[in-house]
């Protein structure tokens, strides 16, 4: 069993930056893809970012050009950059990593930006 511990959400300006953080532990971990999804109300949930074991990255459309992701392996870590951040950035962000090819999902952290 994976628990993932998610940080950073709150409210930001329009054009402002955020940083998500979220902490996976739990016993004997090999994690594999680490990202972030999120979900607006009324809305499926949808692709952030991605970063693969390897280091490869893939990004959602809507924020490509906007995002940072990255990992520290050894905290077992990964960090979602955002910048430029407009209201319809709103939304609950969801980590997602992958352990021992088991997907687990985080709480989610609210994002709400402002006009």
């Known amino acids: 069993q994976v628990q993932l511990v998610e940080s950073g959400g709150g409210l930001v300006q329009a054009g402002g930056s955020l940083r998500l953080s979220c902490t996976a532990s739990g016993r004997a971990l090999s994690l594999g893809r680490m990202g972030w999804y999120r979900q607006a109300p009324g809305k499926q949930r949808e692709l952030v970012a991605v970063i693969y074991s390897g280091g490869g990255t893939s990004f959602g459309d809507p924020v490509k050009n906007r995002c940072t992701i990255s990992r520290d392996n050894a905290k077992n870590t990964v960090y979602l950059q955002m910048n430029s951040l407009k209201p319809e950035d709103t939304a609950v962000y969801y980590c997602?990593?992958?352990?021992?090819?088991?997907?687990?999902w985080g709480q989610g952290t609210q994002v709400t930006v402002s006009s």
């Open positions: 997602n990593v992958v352990n021992s090819l088991t997907a687990y």
